[in-house]
Every structure is written in C-alpha cells, then in structure tokens.
C-alpha cells in the first residue's frame, strides 16, 4: 500500500470541470493518477488494495451526488481499502469515444487488471451501460449496473424514445452492445424497476447465465439516488465484491423502502390509479402510525371518513 494519503476531507464542490480535474490531480498525488481522454472524458486512479472498483461517473453526478463532489470509489478507499479507477464523463456520453477505447486497450496491453485478486465494475443509467460493456477487458470480474442500456443502436432499440440524440452515435464498433461484452464477467448484476417500461426491456436483453436481475418494483427512474437516500448502495457495492450479494440478502435490503417516503407516494399514487382502495387504506394506516407523513395522514382521514359515510 503507497505511503503517502489522500485528504479526502477537501471538498471540491462548485468547481468547473477543468477545475476539479487540477484538484484531483494534486489530491491523489503519488498515490494514483488523473489522466485526461480526450476532450469528454478522463480517468482518475487511486492504489489501495488489491481489490479494484471500476466506476463510471460523470461530472455532474458526481457535483449532485456526493457532498464533497467526490467520485463515488473513494468511499471505497476510504472504507474498505480497496483501490479506485474512476472513468469520468462531461455529460452523459455513454463513454461511446475511440479515447476510452483505447485507454482500456492500454489497460489490457500493460496487464493492468492482472495485478489485482478482485475487479468489479460498477455504473447507473449510461454509466452502467458503460460498466457492463467494458467489463470484457477484465475477465472474471463481477459487474453490477443499475438500469443500464444495452444498447442505443435504433435497429435494436428503437422502441426507447429517451434517448434520440444518440442515434447517431455507433453502438455497432467496439465495446458496442453491451450485453455481449459480459460473457467474459463471472458474475453480473442488473438492477432496475419493472414497472418502468424501457428499462424492464432493456434489462430483458441482458438474460445471460452469469447475469442475475435484481428488481426494485415502483422504485421510478432514479434508482441510483434512491439507493443512496436509503443508506444502501455502499452496502451492495461492497458485497457485490466480496462475492456476497444474493437475491435473497438484496430483499432484505430493499425492506429499507418500507421507510423511504418516495417510494411509498410512489405506491400510494399507483394504488390510487388502480383503485384498490382496501389496500390503500392498510397502506396509509401502516404509514401514519410509522412515519411522520402528513399526506398520508390526510389521505386515512378522508378514507376513514368516506367508509363511514
């Protein structure tokens, strides 16, 4: 492990891109490396231990997510002592640039993955896209994305209307449909809501053998933050790694949102659309006597009142 440390208590919050990128370099100094890819893109690498997390971020997120406008894999240096390499984009940009194809080809040609026990790879929305399809370089590793696109290529998915802008960017070169790109994973993990359409459909495209389906049903379109509001993701990250993740443990978990107010205005909305107004009721009751939630008080009261009318 380097000698030297990072102070991870600066906060770099409020920073142009550039900005932040001259901040990282100096934070990470001898311990690691920040390495521009063209003009979307850079790479930031921390050495800790001989775990490696690869995450794919971008700027922004990293602004809205972190307090300290941290990349998420510091955490994980921090905390468990694992090492970080962090692919950074401006925007989302699904990281679909001959820059960082062949900066991973340089991964590769320099053995870099080889000199750790355990790789994961790690990204939500594009960024899991991102983290599913340039797993292949590390053979073995284990994956975990959250609602990731399989591909954005029209002939395939054409019926995902979300993302127009980015017909026109190939999806047909390398590193292109990501589903493919994990048969070199030992194990892979997708997490998304069923009930959102376009991402229940993409997550049908990635049914492999090493590729498990994790659903969080009524959780909406921002998995990723619901996921840190509850307290979760560190969690699921580390036992992804450690090999320790299963459905089984991922439902406990996921008992969390019995406590996550969005979610439950999210249950309450559909419950009311589909008028199921026994299991309402049970619902709004269960909450008011756990929860301070004042819609949900309101709504017992008018229900109570209009059964008793």
């Not at 997510?65 to 240096?77: D, R």
């Not at 820059?99 to 790789?119: I, M, Q, R, T």
């Not at 449909?177 to 069923?194: G, V």
């Not at 909406?220 to 450690?242: E, K």
Request: glycine letters at 8%.
């Amino acid at each position: 492990m380097p000698d030297a440390a990072i102070s991870f208590g600066h906060t770099l919050g409020d920073m142009t891109r550039q900005a932040w990128m001259s901040e990282v370099t100096d934070l990470i100094g001898a311990r690691g490396s920040l390495t521009p890819l063209g003009s979307k893109h850079c790479a930031s690498f921390v050495e800790d231990g001989t775990t490696l997390l690869v995450t794919f971020e971008t700027h922004q997120g990293i602004q809205t997510l972190s307090s300290q406008a941290h990349p998420l894999g510091w955490n994980m240096v921090k905390s468990v002592g694992w090492s970080h390499l962090g692919v950074i984009s401006d925007g989302d940009t699904w990281f679909r640039d001959p820059a960082v194809y062949a900066f991973f080809d340089h991964l590769v040609d320099d053995g870099f993955f080889d000199a750790f026990d355990k790789v994961l790879f790690y990204g939500a929305g594009p960024c899991g896209y991102a983290a599913a399809a340039f797993s292949v370089t590390a053979p073995g590793a284990k994956v975990l994305a959250i609602q990731p696109q399989a591909t954005l290529d029209p002939r395939v998915a054409a019926w995902d209307r979300r993302f127009t802008h980015m017909r026109r960017v190939s999806f047909n070169d390398r590193y292109g449909f990501a589903p493919d790109m994990l048969d070199a994973a030992s194990e892979a993990w997708i997490i998304f809501d069923p009930s959102e359409t376009e991402d229940a459909m993409h997550a049908a495209l990635f049914t492999k053998p090493q590729v498990t389906k994790l659903p969080m049903r009524n959780m909406g379109q921002i998995l990723q933050t619901s996921l840190l509001q509850m307290d979760l993701l560190h969690g699921l990250i580390v036992a992804t790694g450690q090999g320790a993740l299963t459905p089984i443990r991922f439902a406990r978990l996921m008992r969390a949102r019995r406590d996550h107010l969005p979610y439950l205005r999210r249950l309450l909305a559909k419950l009311d659309q589909q008028g199921r107004h026994r299991l309402l009721h049970a619902l709004c009751r269960n909450v008011a006597d756990r929860l301070n939630a004042p819609r949900f008080v309101k709504r017992l009261q008018l229900l109570s009142e209009a059964q008793d009318g």
